[in-house]
């Protein structure tokens, strides 16, 4: 039997296989990179009049325009049969002036005060991270200390350039829903 002989690869070839591979990857987890996920909406029910209940609102952005980048987006696809949203959290379970990150949702929690309750996207506008805290009135990125204000999202700090994407949500019986 004859055995084949193959020479090992060059570093070289290993070193740009794998940065072939590493860019592969970072494309493929930057694709939706900066797109917006949707709006808030306000949780007041038809007609105009303020919640009975008493709820936290859930403050509105966006003109609903869909050539506006803030404009809402489809319902989700987890959303339950019936026209009734998925519900994210109870608004005791939120602190006010924190907030709760759910990333298995891409979607962050904020309550800036008593009242108001706020929903951004979960992915840091500078490299695509999943943000890791609610701290201080802030929500930070641990990938590179990116921290946004939890009342606009707006950037407070660190290499982000841009605001998280509101997500639209409202809030209904004690519980923040998936507008």
């Given amino acids: 039997m004859t055995e084949e002989h193959r020479p ?16 592969t990857t970072l494309l493929a987890g930057c694709q ?7 709006a808030p909406v306000a949780a007041d029910p038809p007609g105009g009049d303020a919640p009975a209940s008493g709820d936290p609102v859930a403050e509105p952005a966006g003109s609903g325009d869909p ?3 803030d404009a809402p987006g489809e319902a989700p696809d987890d959303a339950p049969a019936g026209g009734q949203a998925a519900a994210l959290a109870a608004v005791a379970d939120l602190p006010v002036g924190g907030g ?15 009242e108001t309750v706020k ?18 009135g802030t929500i930070v990125c641990g990938c590179h200390n990116s921290t946004f204000d939890i009342a606009d999202g707006s950037v407070r700090g660190g290499p982000a350039g841009s605001p998280l994407p509101p997500v639209a949500v409202s809030v209904r019986d004690g519980q923040v829903l998936l507008a």
């Fill in 8 to 23: 090992c690869p060059s570093r070289r070839a290993v070193l740009c296989a794998t940065g072939a591979l590493g860019v």
């Fill in 32 to 38: 939706t990179y900066g797109q917006p996920v949707a």
């Fill in 67 to 69: 050539a506006d980048p």
């Fill in 100 to 114: 709760r990150i759910l990333a298995d949702r891409g979607v962050v929690l904020t309550r800036p005060t008593q």
């Fill in 119 to 136: 929903a951004y996207s979960a992915t840091c506008t500078h490299a695509g991270c999943t943000v890791t805290r609610v701290d201080g």
